[in-house]
C-alpha cells in the first residue's frame, strides 16, 4: 500500500493567503518529514524538513506541523505568492536505517493566483 | 555548478534495447538513489546504494538492474526496455541524514 499519501491533487489560493498542504504516513518507524518543491522540467529540492522530537518547525514563511499520533504532516506558507506555484512533495523516513532513503506521496500542484 | 550530474538528459530508445542512465556526484555522499517521476504517482525508488560495490532494491526494482563501481558514480540499468519504462529518472544522493540533492533528470522514452 502507498506508505505516504497525499490527499489533495492540488489546491488553488489567492495571492497573500495561507496555502495548507497535508501528508498522511503509515509507517510507525517513520522518524523523518520533509517537504520537496518542484518546478515543471525541474529537480525537487528541499524546503524544509523536521525530526519526530519536535511537533513544528518554522523558517520564514514556511511552516511544518508533525502529528505523531494521527501520523499526519503539512505545511504552511503564509503570504502565498505567484512564484509558489509548483508541485509539493512530501516524504518521509527512518533516520535510524542510515539508509536516508525517503518515500514521497504524489504530490499536491499549488497554484496561487495574483 | 551540479553536484549531482545526469547523462543523458534525453534518451529514446527502441522496445527490447539495453539502457544506460548515468548519475555523477561530486557531494562525497555514502548513499545515492534512482527514482521515477510519473503523473499520479511522485517518486518512487528503483535501486538505491550505501556505498561503491553496493546496491539495494528499492519499491519497484523490476526490469532494472544498477551499479555502483564508486563513491561518485552509480548507474540505473535498463536490459530490456519497455514501453512502460517510459518515464522522468531522477538520481540523488545524500548522507544518512536523509537530505536528497537530485540530479537534473533524464527524460526516456521507450518506443
Known amino acids: 500500500g502507498q506508505q505516504v499519501k497525499q490527499s489533495s491533487p492540488s489546491l488553488t489560493v489567492q495571492e497573500g493567503g495561507i496555502s495548507i498542504l497535508n501528508c498522511d504516513y503509515e509507517n510507525d518507524m517513520f522518524d523523518y518529514f520533509a517537504w520537496y518543491k518542484k518546478y515543471p522540467d525541474n529537480s525537487p529540492t528541499l524546503l524544509i524538513s523536521?525530526?519526530?522530537?519536535?511537533d513544528k518547525r518554522e523558517d520564514g514563511r514556511l511552516t511544518v506541523f508533525l502529528n505523531k499520533s494521527g501520523k499526519h504532516f503539512s505545511l504552511h506558507i503564509t503570504a502565498s505568492q505567484p512564484e509558489d506555484t509548483a508541485v509539493y512533495l512530501c516524504a518521509a523516513g527512518e533516520t535510524g536505517a542510515n539508509t536516508g532513503k525517503l518515500t514521497f506521496g504524489h504530490g499536491t500542484i499549488l497554484r496561487v493566483h495574483p | 555548478e551540479a553536484a549531482v550530474t545526469q547523462s543523458p538528459r534525453n534518451k529514446v530508445a527502441v522496445t527490447g534495447g539495453k539502457v544506460t542512465l548515468s548519475c555523477n556526484q561530486t557531494?562525497?555522499?555514502?548513499?545515492m538513489y534512482w527514482y521515477r517521476q510519473d503523473t499520479g504517482h511522485g517518486l518512487r525508488l528503483i535501486h538505491y546504494s550505501y556505498g561503491a560495490g553496493s546496491t539495494e532494491k528499492g519499491d519497484i526494482p523490476d526490469g532494472y538492474k544498477a551499479s555502483r563501481p564508486s563513491q561518485e558514480n552509480f548507474s540505473l540499468i535498463l536490459e530490456l526496455a519497455t514501453p512502460s519504462q517510459t518515464s522522468v529518472y531522477f538520481c540523488?544522493?545524500?548522507?544518512?541524514?536523509?537530505?536528497?540533492?537530485f540530479g537534473a533528470g533524464t527524460r526516456l522514452s521507450v518506443l
Open positions: 523536521v525530526r519526530s522530537n519536535v
Open positions: 557531494n562525497n555522499h555514502n548513499n
Open positions: 540523488a544522493s545524500s548522507t544518512s541524514q536523509n537530505t536528497l540533492y
